[in-house]
């Protein structure tokens, strides 16, 4: 069932159990084409876990959505469907746009943990504004009914402090710690501490998986 942004493939699993190269072959001649793929299966076998753990699999890696049907009747309500709604643009199942300014900041505020709707109401009946509420920065929030201690410094929190970016290139290094057999015989301290499975050291991961003294060798080498 393909038109130019969609394709639907059909598969029974008694049929997929017999031929199981089919719905390979079917996958491989659609490419990259079409924006919305989907692979409609008629569970019809009771042994269906392996098989569908393997066509799930299958749509992760090639873009496809998995849907799951139990009997042909079934099956064919659900094409029917797509080719009715395909042409439906999307407005059709999306919230409806809320065009009123305070209702968009009652909703905005009660989207803080712990802060409801009526919260957020009486904030916006004391302040009269979004702007000198967060200007005000929580400091007359104390004498406005329903405002506790916690909810305030939520509210602070909510408005004042920064996002947070993890940082992806952050790399653990080997804690070291001391012992009472962390001398060697020569008197030198040795690393006894946990060592992280790796290291980056500019573009080269070093494994310190095998030994620690492997660890020490070649941290001597990159010492030097």
């Known amino acids: 069932m393909p038109d130019h942004t969609m394709a639907l493939l059909f598969l029974s699993l008694k049929y997929h159990r017999l031929h199981p190269e089919y719905i390979y072959n079917r996958i491989s001649k659609m490419g990259k084409n079409y924006r919305l793929r989907i692979l409609l299966v008629v569970v019809d076998i009771e042994n269906h876990n392996e098989p569908l753990k393997e066509l799930t699999k299958t749509g992760v890696v090639n873009g496809l959505t998995l849907i799951l049907c139990w009997s042909a009747k079934e099956a064919g309500h659900y094409i029917s469907l797509f080719a009715i709604l395909k042409a439906t643009p999307p407005t059709s199942i999306m919230a409806p746009q809320k065009e009123d300014y305070a209702v968009q900041m009652i909703d905005c505020i009660s989207a803080i943990r712990g802060v409801n709707k009526n919260d957020a109401t009486s904030l916006i009946t004391s302040f009269g504004s979004l702007k000198s509420a967060v200007l005000d920065q929580g400091k007359s929030l104390s004498s406005i009914s329903g405002w506790g201690d916690l909810k305030i410094r939520r509210y602070k929190s909510a408005i004042s402090d920064p996002f947070v970016v993890r940082n992806q290139n952050f790399v653990r290094t080997p804690k070291k ?38 660890y020490n060798q070649k941290s001597q080498s990159i010492s030097s």
């Open 177 to 214: 710690r001391k012992t009472n057999n962390s001398l060697s015989s020569t008197g030198h301290e040795q690393d006894t501490g946990n060592l992280t499975p790796t290291r980056k050291t500019g573009d080269e991961i070093i494994d310190f998986s095998n030994s620690r003294k492997e």
